[in-house]
């Protein structure tokens, strides 16, 4: 960038680790790219992420061109709190409320310094990041963490532009753009009227309230894999930008330590183990940071690996402090009767393992951070979604991307899946026909995801372009743009 002053970019994540994972890689992209970069979050998330990876607070890391800083607020609770919190709805105001003192003076702080901030860019369930960037005259950008057909869900939502499942007709299916529909137990379930969770919708929805204050959608997906539902986005005059996958792209490779994980590394050796087993023939199991099953869908599953005799890679976490839960049993004598075919973790290297190649099959919850990485290393999945967009994405992966088979059922069907059918579903992902042509799909997907990060690859360009606009501020109206 020869002597230019490189672009000084706050990106403020929610404190949850399917948040901070994204835009952390986001924010490694940037930096490689040249632009100044602080990365902030709670102090509550920053312990674990300081004590679990190689982070410092307020130290700056050179990437590429650029570099990265960490930044940690304190979010005003005690560190034992148990009631705050687990409850995003009182968290969240909590977030808002000594949030945004933080970083305003931040802004002020840098502009006191003669190096003001250029752009700012959130998260969901942080729409009040943007109002202060509003109140500041800075851009701002979403980095939206779900896909862009889920976003497109939220938007008609929002917008009243096609009907919704309601209490009176919760049967209702919805038509997401002009060539798909969406049955009513496969939109985004914190959108439907049997709902556990209401709360998230409205959070989510603040968002789109607040859409008018962006200037850019940033979308963690890529052009190749959404075409449809990114054009569908752009018709609605949102300047939409797909930069995924991110934890996929070359230029932060050397950053690969820079990690926003809360778990400490399982010493298990999961690749030694995995490099002992054939190609293609281990099953991943996993269901995401916050997922948690019941007793008895574990011991199903248990039963349905017993009697397929397939190997697996199962990560059963233990559940946290804050929810009170009793841990998982495996079933008398599992561990026994699997010793050397299956192994059972805490935690694993995610990536490292869907890359690995005798993973040959991964049972995910479908949270979008799965789903890319399992469409980008060209994994076929078997679905079991519990709320959400994984409702969402689970339809994606199998009808529309074609590399799934459905399995699991979700929170609000309130129904188990039976060892047989387990026992099946991971007999018909790992061979024969049916397998072959999801392997093949996914195939497909991994090369897409890997041209479209590649050097003036779609996504590639999308960041450039991105970057591009920001440094225009100086003479152009950023909102007009």
Same mark, same amino acid.
């Given at each position: 960038m020869g002597s230019e002053a490189p672009i000084q970019i706050l990106l403020v994540s929610y404190p949850a680790q399917g948040h901070i994972n994204p835009l952390l890689r986001l924010a490694k992209c940037l930096a490689a790219k040249g632009s100044s970069v602080?990365?902030?979050? !709670?102090?509550?998330?920053? /312990?674990?992420?300081? =004590?679990? +990876? +190689?982070?410092?607070?307020?130290? =700056?890391? &050179?990437?590429?061109?650029?570099?990265? !800083?960490?930044?940690?607020?304190?979010?005003?609770?005690?560190?034992?709190?148990? =009631?705050?919190? &687990?409850?995003?709805?009182?968290y969240s105001e909590q977030l808002e409320l000594v949030g945004k003192q933080f970083l305003s003076q931040m802004i002020k702080n840098h502009a006191d310094s003669n190096k003001p901030i250029s752009c700012i860019i959130n998260n969901p369930f942080l729409p009040w990041v943007c109002d202060v960037a509003y109140e500041n005259d800075i851009p701002s950008a979403l980095l939206w963490v779900q896909s862009a057909a889920v976003f497109i869900a939220y938007y008609n939502y929002f917008h009243k532009l096609t009907p919704f499942p309601t209490d009176s007709e919760p049967y209702t299916d919805v038509q997401i753009n002009s060539s798909l529909v969406l049955k009513y137990n496969e939109i985004p379930d914190f959108l439907h009227p049997f709902c556990k969770y209401p709360f998230l919708a409205t959070l989510i929805l603040e968002q789109f309230k607040n859409l008018s204050k962006v200037f850019c959608v940033l979308v963690d997906t890529y052009e190749e894999l959404e075409h449809d539902f990114i054009k569908y986005i752009s018709e609605k005059s949102i300047l939409v930008k797909t930069i995924g996958p991110l934890f996929n792209n070359p230029r932060i490779k050397d950053a690969s330590d820079i990690r926003g994980?809360? %778990?400490? /590394?399982d010493d298990s050796n999961i690749i030694e183990w995995l490099n002992t087993k054939r190609e293609g023939s %281990? %099953?991943?199991?996993?269901?995401? =940071?916050?997922?948690?099953?019941?007793?008895?869908?574990?011991?199903?599953?248990?039963?349905?690996?017993?009697?397929s005799k397939v190997s697996f890679l199962w990560v059963l976490k233990p559940p946290s402090k804050e929810s009170g839960r009793e841990p998982h049993v495996l079933p008398d004598g599992f561990l026994e009767e699997t010793?050397?075919?299956? /192994? @059972?973790?805490?935690?694993?290297?995610?990536?490292? @393992?869907?890359?690995?190649p005798s993973v040959g099959c991964f049972m995910t919850h479908c949270g979008w951070n799965s789903s890319m990485e399992t469409l980008t290393l060209g994994v076929p999945v078997l679905t079991f979604p519990a709320w959400g967009d994984q409702v969402t994405n689970a339809k994606f992966l199998v009808d529309v991307f074609g590399v799934g088979s459905r399995l699991g059922y979700t929170q609000i069907e309130d129904k188990l899946v039976r060892r047989d059918? @387990?026992?099946?579903?991971?007999?018909?992902?790992? !061979?024969?026909?049916?397998?072959?042509e999801l392997k093949k799909n996914a195939i497909k997907w991994k090369k897409a995801a890997a041209d479209a990060v590649a050097d003036g690859g779609s996504s590639d360009r999308n960041l450039d372009e991105f970057m591009e606009v920001i440094k225009k501020r100086g003479s152009v109206n950023i909102r007009k743009i």
């Open positions: 602080t990365f902030i979050t !709670t102090e509550y998330a920053g /312990k674990n992420m300081r =004590t679990v +990876n +190689n982070i410092t607070d307020k130290s =700056t890391t &050179p990437i590429g061109d650029g570099s990265l !800083t960490f930044r940690f607020f304190d979010d005003g609770l005690p560190e034992d709190d148990s =009631t705050i919190r &687990p409850s995003l709805s009182g994980d809360f %778990v400490k /590394k %281990v %099953v991943y199991i996993s269901f995401g =940071t916050i997922v948690y099953l019941l007793q008895e869908q574990v011991d199903e599953i248990a039963h349905g690996l017993l009697e010793s050397g075919r299956g /192994k @059972v973790v805490k935690w694993c290297p995610q990536v490292e @393992v869907l890359a690995h059918e @387990v026992k099946k579903g991971l007999l018909e992902a790992l !061979t024969g026909e049916k397998a072959e």
